[in-house]
């Protein structure tokens, strides 16, 4: 028997990662049907991009799809689930850090469809490059999302709750924490009037580095080297700001006993 | 009268800053007359590399060069500037940190050619996107230097040891904690076994963004939406290692303050 195949596709939210995906599902010819939010003009704006309907109601999802894709909020998720009437339609969520199981009681065909990547509105990513991490409850199921991801995107995961909340967990380091890194570092600069644009080929060389280095042997700076001078000359400069001052001390300590230097 | 160009020159240092200068510069049609090393294997391997002479011995340096390059470690330019003999000729140094005013008591033309990026041996660098930070002790040394510079980069800024701090403060937020931020996530991952290049579309991705945003702008994650739920999953994930947990306490602290929501 041929495996089912996922034609009609209903997008539940009009955030970062619904409109990534939109977009991208767009592109490859993927059918999403019907656009859901609860805030009517993110509905109207998603809907209107891809020449789709929309609703802000859930009672008015269409109930022949053959996926549902919950893109929201994670502290979101279980109020859609328990809203939503389906029979026994395939139902993933998008989210890093929920478990699958949030969907057991009420639906018997669901599962999970991670993509690992930061979205931002005004980006459209190639999504052939971002690895999706699926988990369905059957397998399937994991093999209707793990042929409908394979047509998306070139880098196709079946992963479990447990590592992909582990994954997630990464993820914030990798991610967001960087980005917090490239704040302070941008936040430093303004005090001088220097512009931040000064340090973005360092900030890509870096990231593209550790394609061919580990992180670990990538590592640089006055912490690796032990070298003090430059460390208490730098916790000098933030004596302004005893949030960067004691960023910078644990991040400076936490190099150091990478390499075992303290 | 035509501006002095620059034709010989001198390289003192054989690390990662003076391997990926020697090798952008023999691109450039740059003359690299002489290498100095205190190691001799490292002297040998990057003289051997762009077919130039080496030297263990600052007694032996050519003195008829037109620009001395000092690429060494912070703590070791002071004894280089101390035990080289030179009569007039240009001399640099090429670091974030250190003041130009080293050289004050023991040159008459000196200045910084300070190259903003992080460079590892075997990742030859296209030098045209670098930016080079220069400062020289004369007007005529500033442009002489910049000219020299604008031959290598089309990024040349002409900055003062005081910014020029702040700059190399601000990259080490910007690369070495980021690099930091990159290990602690292969690090969790290797916990269970999953492989690292999972995340470097996203690394990439993370680092690609803030060309267009603003880094306060491009900040996603559980802290910036206050999702204390994901938070707290994630600081039992970290139960097994008290600085991961203390870092991510304290990054999630700070950019929940940054967008004033604690």
Do not use: W
Not at 39 to 52: D, F, Q, S, V, W
Not at 78 to 105: A, D, R
Request: with cysteine; charged share 20%; proline share 2%.
């Amino acid at each position: 028997m041929p495996l089912f195949r996922i034609e009609k596709i209903v997008l539940i939210g009009a955030g970062n990662v619904a409109t990534n995906m939109a977009l991208a599902f767009k592109k490859k010819n993927k059918n999403i049907v019907q656009i859901y939010s609860h805030t009517e003009r993110a509905a109207k704006i998603l809907g209107n991009k891809i020449h789709t309907s929309y609703t802000t109601d859930l009672n008015n999802i269409v109930t022949d799809a053959d996926l549902y894709i919950i893109a929201v909020t994670d502290s979101a998720i279980s109020s859609v689930v328990k809203n939503i009437h389906l029979k026994n339609n395939l139902i993933v969520h998008t989210s890093g850090s929920v478990s699958m199981e949030i969907f057991k009681t009420d639906s018997s065909n669901f599962g999970v469809f991670y993509p690992l990547q930061t979205f931002t509105k005004n980006r459209c990513l190639d999504f052939d490059t971002i690895p999706v991490c699926i988990e369905a409850n059957t397998l399937k199921n994991q093999e209707i999302l793990s042929a409908f991801a394979k047509d998306l995107s070139k880098y196709v995961y079946v992963i479990n709750s447990e590592k992909r909340k582990l994954l997630h967990l990464s993820a914030v380091f990798a991610c967001n924490f960087t980005n917090y890194m490239y704040y302070i570092a941008e936040d430093i600069l303004k005090k001088y009037d220097i512009d931040f644009d000064i340090l973005i080929p360092l900030i890509k060389e870096t990231a593209n580095k550790i394609a061919l280095n580990s992180p670990y042997n990538a590592q640089t700076g006055p912490a690796i080297r032990k070298d003090i001078q430059t460390i208490n000359q730098h916790l000098d400069l933030l004596s302004y700001n005893d949030d960067y001052k004691k960023i910078y001390d644990l991040m400076t300590d936490n190099i150091m006993k990478m390499k075992h230097l303290t």
